[in-house]
Nanobody, 123 residues
Framework: QVQLVESGGGLVQPGGSLSLSCADS????????MGWYRQSPGNKRELVAF???????NYRDFVKGRFTISRDGAKNSVSLYMNNLKPEDTAIYYC?????????????????WGQGTQVTVSS
């Protein structure tokens, strides 16, 4: 059974950088598509970026050029390298793994989720 454990997160000033990591601490027999969603108070959990099972990286427009996602092709692990952070990036970031390559803009049930890690961008 997949059990996702996240690390990273914290407080950073606007324009700063932060890296998030996520790894499967359980059984990882299958290769999953993996990515990140984020959720701020009062909003739905929205897609940030993901890597398909074939290794293709996909980004939402609001992070394109600033964030980089990287997945270990042999293991169920993924990282998110965030640069030039903005206050609107403040949210709880959730690692997600699923068998399919269809990633809705708003999170849906199914797959596996990490516990979430807080990212706060503020002066």
């Amino acid at each position: 059974q997949v059990q996702l454990v996240e690390s990273g997160g914290g407080l950073v000033q606007p324009g700063g950088s932060l890296s998030l990591s996520c790894a499967d601490s359980g059984s990882g027999d299958s290769i999953y598509a993996m990515g990140w969603y984020r959720q701020s108070p009062g909003n739905k959990r929205e897609l940030v970026a993901f890597v398909s099972r074939a290794g293709s990286s996909n980004y939402r427009d609001f992070v394109k050029g600033r964030f980089t996602i990287s997945r270990d092709g042999a293991k169920n692990s993924v990282s998110l390298y965030m640069n030039n952070l903005k206050p609107e990036d403040t949210a709880i970031y959730y690692c997600h793994a699923k068998k399919g390559d269809t990633w809705p803009l708003v999170a849906s049930r199914g797959g596996y989720w990490g516990q979430g890690t807080q990212v706060t961008v503020s002066s």
